[in-house]
């Protein structure tokens, strides 16, 4: 399949996955001229705080381009939410001219669930009969993150956002994580609005 995308440009390879980028846990992160850990200092949340402690986006990583795409959530990574990420990554594809992605996640619940793999069906019905972007799903083993190539770019992207004696806004989070990644800022994916 790999080798397949890698010789077709109109196929995408893309590796897909969720992450929680949080308001207070810091990763570890070592200075460059001590090789000590640089002091973090640890916050909680005030008690009056409104604000989420952390935040959720997709992310898929295109093999084509080496280009991290992220979307924000409102709310925790669901059925309805994957299909609008799914639905919003094959419309960007069809702007590009592409006519298949090979996906591959993990088996997260809301990966195989009734609803989204009815949805690719039938997202996969009208692109064969009308053109679009087909998707072809490949599922990586159960609690095997290190197959997915994604899963370092959170790492670095966590290391890169962190904010040692300060406390980041959900606002400063996701300008941060897009401007790492280099990708679009754009509206925060929600049951209604895609």
Not at 58 to 81: A, C, H, M, N, W
Not at 130 to 146: A, Y
Not at 150 to 164: F, L, N
Request: aromatic share 10%; charged share 30%.
């Amino acid at each position: 399949m790999i080798r397949l995308a890698s010789l077709d440009p109109r196929i995408v390879l893309g590796y897909l996955d969720e992450v929680w980028w949080s308001r207070f846990s810091q990763p570890k992160v070592r200075t460059w001229e001590y090789d000590k850990p640089l002091p973090m200092v640890q916050r909680e949340a005030a008690k009056d705080d409104k604000e989420p402690k952390a935040i959720a986006c997709y992310g898929l990583l295109r093999k084509d381009t080496d280009q991290v795409k992220v979307r924000f959530l409102e709310e925790r990574p669901i059925s309805e939410i994957t299909i609008s990420f799914l639905q919003w990554i094959v419309e960007e594809l069809e702007k590009e001219g592409k006519k298949a992605l090979f996906l591959i996640w993990d088996n997260a619940s809301w990966h195989k669930s009734k609803k989204v793999c009815g949805w690719v069906k039938e997202n996969n019905r009208t692109a064969k009969q009308e053109g679009g972007v087909r998707i072809i799903r490949c599922q990586l083993p159960s609690k095997s993150p290190w197959l997915n190539p994604i899963e370092p770019h959170w790492m670095h992207g966590k290391k890169a956002i962190c904010e040692p004696n300060g406390e980041l806004t959900k606002e400063m989070i996701e300008q941060r994580v897009c401007d790492y990644f280099n990708s679009e800022q754009l509206p925060r994916l929600s049951n209604n609005v895609a």
